[in-house]
C-alpha cells in the first residue's frame, strides 16, 4: 500500500524509531531528509537532460556523474536517518577530482554569473542551490543533536554545491555561451 494513515497527524518514524515511537515531521531530521529527497528528485531530471551531451568529464559523461551523486545522497541519506551508511572521505576526493578537472577548461572566475545560458547550466544552478539548502538541513540537524554526522559527509555536501556550478560552467563554456555578470542596477 503506498499509504498508511500513520503520519495523518503530522508525524513520522525514523530508522530507529522503536515500537510506537515516533517524532514531528517538522523535526531537524525530517526536514533534512526530505531536503535531500527533494535533491535527489530534481537530479533525476538533470540526468535525463543531460545523458545526451557530447562532452565529458575524464571519463564520465555529466549524467554518468550525476548518477554517481544520486547514490550517494541515498547513503547520505541513510546516514541522517540513523543507519550506519556514510559516503566516505574517498567519495569527496573523487569528486574533487571532477572539480579540478572541469575548472582546467574554464576561464577563472571574477564575478558573479547570472544563471542561465543553457537549459542544462540552468538544471545545474538549480541543483546547487538545492546542495546548498540540503547541507543547511544537515548541518542545522546535526547542531540541534537530533543526529550525527560523519565530517566526511558535511564535506561532501559542502563540496557537492561546487561540482553543480562547475558542471553549470562547463555546460555553458562547452556550449559557446560567454557567462553574464550582473549588473548590479
Not at 9 to 28: I, L, N, V
Request: proline share 4%.
Amino acid at each position: 500500500m503506498l499509504y498508511t494513515r500513520k503520519g495523518d497527524a503530522g508525524t513520522t518514524k525514523d530508522f530507529k524509531s522503536g515500537p510506537g515511537e515516533r517524532k514531528s515531521k517538522s523535526s531537524c531530521q525530517t526536514e533534512a531528509l526530505g531536503a535531500l529527497d527533494e535533491l535527489n528528485s530534481f537530479l533525476g531530471l538533470v540526468k535525463i537532460k543531460s545523458a545526451g551531451v557530447d562532452w565529458r568529464v575524464g571519463a564520465e559523461i555529466p549524467s554518468e556523474i550525476v548518477g554517481w551523486a544520486q547514490n550517494c545522497l541515498f547513503s547520505i541519506q541513510a546516514e541522517v536517518a540513523g543507519a550506519d551508511k556514510k559516503v566516505g572521505q574517498n567519495k569527496v576526493m573523487e569528486m574533487e577530482q571532477w572539480i579540478d578537472r572541469i575548472e582546467k577548461e574554464l576561464p577563472p572566475i571574477k564575478t558573479f554569473f547570472i544563471s542561465g545560458g543553457t537549459e542544462l547550466a540552468a538544471l545545474f544552478d538549480v541543483s546547487r542551490t538545492l546542495a546548498r539548502k540540503a547541507e543547511r538541513r544537515v548541518v542545522g540537524g546535526a547542531e540541534a543533536g537530533e543526529f550525527k554526522i560523519d565530517p566526511a559527509t558535511l564535506a561532501f555536501l559542502n563540496r557537492l554545491s561546487s561540482l553543480f556550478y562547475a558542471l553549470a560552467r562547463l555546460s555553458n563554456h562547452k556550449s559557446g555561451i560567454k557567462e553574464q555578470p550582473p549588473t548590479y542596477n
